[in-house]
C-alpha cells in the first residue's frame, strides 16, 4: 500500500482490461477506471503490452495486482477461459512483472478477486463465516472465502450436481441459449445452490455476473435455504480485488 492508502488493480476480461488505483480504506477507485480493449489474439504477449500501456496511462509506479480469468497456481496460468489458449502454462507473474520493470505483482483468478472485494466493502461486509460468490455468465465462476480469508481457484462451476456440471445447468448463457424464462432459469440456479450449500453451509451467497442487475426478476424465485444476495461493485469488483491482493501478499 501507498503512503495515501492506494494500490493499484488491473482486471483481464475476454473484451477489456481494465484498471485504476484503489483507495483501500474505502474500496473505492481514486480515478475513472482506464480500459483498453482486450488484444485480439489475446495472446500473453499481446496482453501485456495492453497491461504496460494501461499502467503508463496511470502514472502508476508501484507495485500492481492483476487478475485472469484462469485457474492460477504459484503466479502460472493453468486454464484459459475468454482468453487465448497460449496462456495455459503461462508463467504471468513473472511476465507481467518483466514487462513492467521488475516491480512486484500478482496475479490471482478474476472470481477470487471479485469475491475479496464483495467481501470486504460490498455485498457480503456484513457476514461473518463462510461466503461463497458466484459470477453467472458464460459460465460459473466461484470464489470461497471464510472471515475475510481466500480459498483460492475454488471452480465450483465444475463441480457436477444432479447429474450436470453447475454452469451447464445455470449459467447465464443457458438462459439465453435455451430461451429460458427467469422462473425457469432460477429452478435451475436453484439446483446448484442446494447442491453447494449441502456441501459448504455458507452464511450467504453473493451473486454477480450482468444478470446480477436484474436480480429482483429471479432471486426472489429461488427455493434454496440460504440467503443469495446480489453483487454490489459491479464493473469495480475485479479491480478493487486485485488491488487487495497485491497490497496483503496474495499470491494463489
Given at each position: 500500500?501507498?503512503?495515501?492508502?492506494?494500490?493499484?488493480?488491473?482486471?483481464?476480461?475476454?473484451?477489456?482490461?481494465?484498471?485504476?488505483?484503489?483507495?483501500?480504506?474505502?474500496?473505492?477507485?481514486?480515478?475513472?477506471?482506464?480500459?483498453?480493449?482486450?488484444?485480439?489474439?489475446?495472446?500473453?504477449?499481446?496482453?501485456?503490452?495492453?497491461?504496460?500501456?494501461?499502467?503508463?496511462?496511470?502514472?502508476?509506479?508501484?507495485?500492481?495486482?492483476?487478475?485472469?480469468?484462469?485457474?492460477?497456481?504459484e503466479g502460472v496460468a493453468q486454464t484459459a477461459a475468454n482468453i487465448?489458449?497460449?496462456?495455459?502454462?503461462?508463467?504471468?507473474?513473472?511476465?507481467?512483472?518483466?514487462?513492467?520493470?521488475?516491480?512486484?505483482?500478482?496475479?490471482?483468478?478474476?472470481?477470487?478477486?471479485?469475491?475479496?472485494?464483495?467481501?470486504?466493502?460490498?455485498?457480503?461486509?456484513?457476514?461473518?463465516?463462510?461466503?461463497?460468490?458466484?459470477?453467472?455468465?458464460?459460465?460459473?465462476?466461484?470464489?470461497?472465502?471464510?472471515?475475510?480469508?481466500?480459498?483460492?481457484?475454488?471452480?465450483?462451476?465444475?463441480?457436477?450436481?444432479?447429474?450436470?456440471?453447475?454452469?451447464?445447468?445455470?449459467?447465464?448463457?443457458?438462459?439465453?441459449?435455451?430461451?429460458?424464462?427467469?422462473?425457469?432459469?432460477?429452478?435451475?440456479?436453484?439446483?446448484?445452490?442446494?447442491?453447494?450449500?449441502?456441501?459448504?453451509?455458507?452464511?450467504?451467497?453473493?451473486?454477480?455476473?450482468?444478470?446480477?442487475?436484474?436480480?429482483?426478476?429471479?432471486?426472489?424465485?429461488?427455493?434454496?435455504?440460504?440467503?443469495?444476495?446480489?453483487?454490489?461493485?459491479?464493473?469495480?469488483?475485479?479491480?478493487?480485488?486485485?488491488?487487495?491482493?497485491?497490497?496483503?501478499?496474495?499470491?494463489?
Amino acid at each position: 500500500m501507498s503512503a495515501r492508502g492506494h494500490a493499484f488493480g488491473i482486471d483481464i476480461g475476454g473484451s477489456g482490461v481494465k484498471g485504476a488505483a484503489v483507495d483501500l480504506t474505502t474500496g473505492e477507485l481514486v480515478h475513472k477506471r482506464i480500459k483498453i480493449a482486450t488484444p485480439q489474439p489475446s495472446t500473453p504477449q499481446a496482453v501485456t503490452d495492453a497491461v504496460t500501456e494501461l499502467v503508463a496511462q496511470a502514472g502508476w509506479e508501484g507495485p500492481v495486482g492483476i487478475t485472469l480469468p484462469s485457474v492460477v497456481l504459484e503466479g502460472v496460468a493453468q486454464t484459459a477461459a475468454n482468453i487465448d489458449k497460449a496462456w495455459i502454462g503461462t508463467d504471468a507473474r513473472t511476465l507481467f512483472s518483466e514487462a513492467l520493470g521488475g516491480r512486484a505483482v500478482t496475479v490471482l483468478n478474476d472470481a477470487d478477486a471479485a469475491g475479496l472485494a464483495e467481501d470486504r466493502y460490498g455485498a457480503a461486509k456484513e457476514f461473518d463465516g463462510l461466503v461463497v460468490l458466484l459470477t453467472f455468465g458464460t459460465g460459473i465462476g466461484s470464489a470461497l472465502l471464510f472471515q475475510g480469508t481466500l480459498v483460492p481457484n475454488s471452480e465450483l462451476g465444475h463441480l457436477e450436481i444432479g447429474g450436470m456440471e453447475s454452469e451447464h445447468r445455470a449459467a447465464a448463457s443457458v438462459k439465453d441459449r435455451d430461451g429460458l424464462s427467469f422462473a425457469q432459469w432460477a429452478a435451475e440456479v436453484s439446483i446448484v445452490l442446494s447442491g453447494l450449500e449441502k456441501l459448504f453451509w455458507p452464511k450467504v451467497f453473493v451473486a454477480g455476473g450482468g444478470i446480477s442487475r436484474d436480480a429482483e426478476q429471479w432471486i426472489p424465485l429461488l427455493t434454496n435455504r440460504t440467503q443469495v444476495i446480489p453483487a454490489h461493485l459491479e464493473n469495480t469488483a475485479g479491480i478493487v480485488g486485485a488491488a487487495m491482493a497485491i497490497d496483503a501478499g496474495i499470491a494463489p
